[in-house]
């Protein structure tokens, strides 16, 4: 197996995690931090900005995961896959967390 299949996985589930609060914030109306807010990850940036910036992630992480030749039966893929998922989600609640206690 190629390590640059790992690495796909990997970040394939960075991304992929990272496009659901966005575009669900998106979605419900409300406004919720990005890249592109002042400053940026602090600052709240509008539903729209959330929707298309979860969509790119949603886009960029699926064209990762498809690269990554995750299968069935490739185990360890699945594995590096969900430490991205997780990662991100932790680093997500710590990060979302600190935010509402300002």
Same mark, same amino acid.
């Given at each position: ?14 991304? &992929?995690? /990272? ?11 409300? *406004?919720?931090?990005? $890249?592109?807010? *002042?400053? $940026? ?5 509008? $539903?729209?900005? /959330? ?8 886009? !960029?992480?699926? !064209? &990762?995961?498809?690269?990554?030749? !995750? ?18 989600? !932790? ?6 967390? *600190?935010?509402?206690?300002?």
């Amino acid at each position: 197996m190629f390590w640059q299949f790992y690495l796909c996985a990997f970040f394939s589930g960075l991304f &992929l995690t /990272n496009a659901i609060p966005h575009f669900v914030q998106g979605i419900c109306g409300n *406004k919720f931090p990005t $890249p592109f807010a *002042k400053p $940026p990850g602090r600052g709240l940036s509008s $539903p729209t900005v /959330n929707v298309l910036w979860g969509l790119l992630n949603a886009i !960029i992480g699926t !064209i &990762l995961f498809a690269h990554s030749a !995750i299968k069935a039966e490739t185990t360890w893929l699945w594995a590096t896959f969900f430490v991205g998922v997780a990662l991100m989600g !932790i680093m997500g609640s710590i990060g979302f967390s *600190k935010r509402h206690k300002e």
